[in-house]
Each structure stands twice: as C-alpha cells, then as structure tokens.
Nanobody, 123 residues
Framework: QVQLVESGGGLVQAGGSLRLSCAAS????????MAWFRKAPGKEREFVAARSWSGDITNYADSVKGRFTISSDNAKNTVYLQMSSLKPEDTAVYYC????????????????WGQGTQVTVSS
C-alpha cells in the first residue's frame, strides 16, 4: 500500500504559477512511477505528467508541455508539479497517483490515488 497526500492547490490568475506537492508514504514508494492527473467539471479525468523516482522516465500531456514540470525529492518521498503560464482551462482538481507500470498515462493503471487538490485559474 502507498498513501498519497497532495497539497499546494489554490486560486491563481492566468499567467501565474503554482506548485503542487504529493507526499508518498507506505510500502517502498521509490519503486513506483508517480503521476499527476486532473479532472475538470464536466470532463473526463486526464493525464498530466508522470515520472519515475529515478527520473529516467518522464512523460507529459501535450497540453502542458513546456509549462508544467514534474520533479521529485527522493529524500522526502515527495513529488512536485510546478505549473507555470497557467490558463483558465487548467482549472481542475489535481490528483497524485502511483503505479508500478512505468510511465503509463492511463488512469486505470494507477491503483493508488490521493484525495485531490483544487486549482482554479481566473481569467
């Protein structure tokens, strides 16, 4: 079992930045690939970014490439999502997830999820 706790969401103006954190605990979290997904009202949950703890696998959705960066602090078992140049369409609940499927973009491959953190981007 892996437990995930997100933090860092909030309200930001378009063009601004925000950093989300996901603290992982439990059974050998370093074996897992960590990812961020998001769900906007009325839309399906979508993949945002994924990263292995070693950093050798990194994957981004086309919609966030060049604006978002996923990173990790292995000593703290924490994964971050640095979001820059935010747009109103980035408004969503952001979820941290963990899987043993390296680099997968499919939410069905992620058995462990955090509770989510709200990000709202105003225009």
């Amino acid at each position: 079992q892996v437990q995930l706790v997100e933090s860092g969401g909030g309200l930001v103006q378009a063009g601004g930045s925000l950093r989300l954190s996901c603290a992982a605990s439990g059974r050998t979290p370093s074996r897992y690939t960590m990812a961020w997904f998001r769900k906007a009202p009325g839309k399906e949950r979508e993949f945002v970014a994924a990263r292995s703890w070693s950093g050798d696998i990194t994957n981004y959705a086309d919609s966030v490439k060049g604006r978002f960066t996923i990173s990790s602090d292995n000593a703290k078992n924490t994964v971050y999502l640095q979001m820059s140049s935010l747009k109103p369409e980035d408004t969503a609940v952001y979820y941290c997830a963990a899987t043993l499927f390296g680099g997968s973009i499919l939410s069905a491959h992620y058995p462990y999820w955090g509770q989510g953190t709200q990000v709202t981007v105003s225009s």
